[in-house]
């Protein structure tokens, strides 16, 4: 089934992952579509897919634990033999000041958002080599132009894994493998958990955003898109703002 185009999108039980989940599987991919602890989101993620004509598969996924990320991998191994995109967005943080966190719960950022990258990465390579066109896409944030003492361990995370993508873009284009990030704005999402109902918030956001408005999932998947579909398959090592501006204030 070499013809079949096939990708991973980790953490698309909901918010950004699921809008780019659903948006692959719209432009003709076969969707491995991956949660954690949202079963019943990522379920949603599928009928969506399904609704709109596409195909998929819901699997668990924990991105910090080896042995599962090499379980999924072998899976799609045996039911594909090739992966032409890997969509890294998994991520989890306790948003916390430094002085309330505990050393766990700063590690907790690390665990999904790099480690996480690092394995899919690692397990899916041999796969990805297979893969026409393959790419790997780097889901980070515009968090740590500005760190908060807030969201610490979720940029200083983030910051990391922007320096995996310079060294995998340098790396991985031997093999045929293209890595590119996508850096968005904030978004709401059901990821912000209680404050995505917080309008205000949102409001303050658009208000100090030079465009006058938030960054959409469509935003997202629009450049998530264009990195992979870049007709000249040039655009590598990439850091696509999708921010409105907002990472410059």
């Known amino acids: 089934m070499k013809s079949q185009k096939v990708t991973l999108v980790t953490g698309s039980s909901k918010g950004i992952g699921k ?34 004509g596409g195909k998929s598969s819901l699997q668990k996924l924990d991105v910090s634990d080896e042995k599962s990320v090499s379980q999924l ?7 594909f033999g090739h992966l032409n995109v890997l969509v890294n ?19 907790l950022a690390f665990d999904n958002k790099l480690h996480g990258a690092w394995l899919s990465i690692k397990y899916a390579l041999p796969l990805l080599k297979k893969g026409e066109n393959a790419n790997v896409i780097m889901i980070s944030s515009t968090a740590d132009e500005h760190p908060s003492q807030e969201v610490l361990s979720y940029a200083i995370a983030t910051a990391a894994v922007n320096s995996l993508t310079k060294a995998l873009a340098i790396h991985l284009p031997a ?10 704005g ?3 999402t059901a990821n912000w958990g209680e404050l ?10 658009a208000e100090t ?33 999708v921010s409105g501006g907002s990472h410059l204030k």
Not at 73 to 79: D, G, P, T
Not at 89 to 107: G, L, N, P, Y
Not at 211 to 240: C, Q, S, W, Y
């Open 19 to 52: 809008a780019i989940a659903i948006r692959l599987a719209k432009d003709g991919y076969f969707v491995y579509v991956t949660y954690y602890t949202d079963e019943a989101g990522g379920q949603k993620t599928v009928e969506e897919i399904e609704k709109a």
């Open 209 to 241: 955003n030079p465009m006058k408005r938030v960054t959409t999932t469509e935003d997202i998947t629009d450049a998530v898109m264009l990195l992979i579909n870049d007709p000249h398959k040039f655009l590598n090592g990439n850091f696509l703002f």
């Open 196 to 205: 995505e109902k917080d309008d205000q918030l949102w409001k303050n956001f």
């Open 73 to 79: 991998m072998a899976l799609v191994e045996k039911e």
């Open 175 to 184: 093999y045929g493998i293209r890595v590119n990030a996508v850096m968005p």
């Open 186 to 188: 904030p978004t709401r």
């Open 89 to 107: 967005d998994a991520a989890r943080s306790i948003d916390k000041t430094m002085e309330d966190s505990s050393f766990d719960e700063w590690k």
